[in-house]
């Protein structure tokens, strides 16, 4: 069982940033895709960053077009923590944010059927 806290979300003004971080817990963090959805009220919940790790320092990134250019995914496997970096940010990138952890070494999903452990999810909101 893997649980995943979520933690730096609040209010931001547009064009500000926020960074999100994500904590695991697992002795096979490294081997996890990890990756980062958004839920608007109202709306499905959608991808927004996920990264995986092929060993030494070779990491795989993919994000969706919405906030390609101002988010930037890392991870930290010595600390077993994922975070999102949320630069230029607008009132459409109000969401709830989740952390998600895909345990399968099968590559990198958008789909988030294709994640098996879900934290809790932090607020983001961006104000005009």
């Known amino acids: 069982q893997v649980q995943l806290v979520e933690s730096g979300g609040g209010l931001v003004q547009a064009g500000g940033s926020l960074r999100l971080s994500c904590a695991a817990s697992?002795?096979?963090?490294?081997?996890?895709?990890m990756g980062w959805f958004r839920q608007a009220p109202g709306k499905e919940r959608e991808f927004v960053a996920a990264?995986?790790?092929?060993?030494?320092?070779?990491?795989?990134?993919y994000y969706a077009d919405s906030v390609k250019g101002r988010f930037t995914i890392s991870r930290d496997n010595a600390k077993n923590t994922v975070s999102l970096q949320m630069n230029s940010l607008q009132p459409e990138d109000t969401a709830v944010y989740y952390c998600?952890?895909?345990?399968?070494?099968?590559?990198?999903?958008?789909?988030?059927?294709?994640?098996?452990?879900w934290g809790q999810g932090t607020q983001v909101a961006v104000s005009s």
């Open positions: 998600a952890a895909d345990a399968a070494v099968s590559g990198i999903s958008a789909a988030a059927k294709g994640y098996d452990y």
């Open positions: 697992g002795r096979t963090f490294s081997t996890y895709t």
């Open positions: 990264i995986s790790w092929s060993g030494a320092s070779t990491y795989h990134r």
